[in-house]
T-cell receptor, first 107, second 114 residues
């Protein structure tokens, strides 16, 4: 069983829709990261969270430590948001990665 | 601009050959990592290094080797002992311990065994 589960696996949205991607984890963690992987393969870090909520532009990430759950929200989605979004948790000196949510935003 | 450079971007290997993937960073980060990505699976750790001249095996180290002779460089060798080497390989770094810092990734190297 993977320590990190993401849902949904695949998501298609119309431009302008509000999008939510969920991440649940089963281990005690010191931090949670949200990453974005574009079709070319490169990965960029969006957020690092240990509690509460962070916002950057149209992206919002929240974490509930007690429930072992995090969400990534995208407001006013745009075709350029199309990518794979990966949740990763930190336990000790290691990262554990989810399998990713593939998002396609249609104009 | 600071970042991580991986090369080559695409690599083809015949069975039985060793190949080396390059990873160079100019971020002055202490920690460096090699991950393997296969379709439908999360990133899996091959090796990581917290400081120069020291590295630790990850979950799938068999058939791979690394070195960390300089802070900036962390090359990965895929040996002939790796039974299924076709995959996308990502190098990453962080300032120090992973819980306190974001990861910075290279653009990746795609290895195909012919």
């Amino acid at each position: 069983k993977n320590e990190v589960e993401q849902s949904p696996q695949n998501l298609t949205a119309q431009e302008g829709e509000f999008i939510t991607i969920n991440c649940s984890y089963s281990v005690g963690i010191s931090a949670l990261h949200w990453l974005q992987q574009h079709p070319g393969g490169g990965i960029v870090s969006l957020f690092m969270l240990s509690s509460g909520k962070k916002k950057h532009g149209r992206l919002i990430a929240t974490i509930n430590i007690q429930e072992k759950h995090s969400s990534l929200h995208i407001t006013a989605s745009h075709p350029r948001d199309s990518a794979v979004y990966i949740c990763a948790v930190v336990k000790g000196n290691q990262f554990y990665f989810g399998t990713g949510t593939s998002l396609t935003v249609i104009p | 601009d600071g970042g991580i450079t991986q090369s080559p971007k695409y690599l083809f290997r015949k069975e039985g050959q060793n190949v080396t993937l390059s990873c160079e960073q100019n971020l002055n980060h202490d920690a460096m990592y090699w991950y393997r990505q296969d379709p439908g699976q999360g990133l899996r750790l091959i090796y990581y290094s917290q400081i120069v001249n020291d590295f630790q095996k990850g979950d799938i180290a068999e058939g791979y080797s690394v070195s960390r002779e300089k802070k900036e460089s962390f090359p990965l060798t895929v040996t002939s002992a790796q039974k299924n080497p076709t995959a996308f390989y990502l190098c990453a770094s962080s300032r120090d311990r992973p819980g306190a810092n974001v990861l910075t990734f290279g653009a990746g190297s795609r290895l195909t065994v012919l």
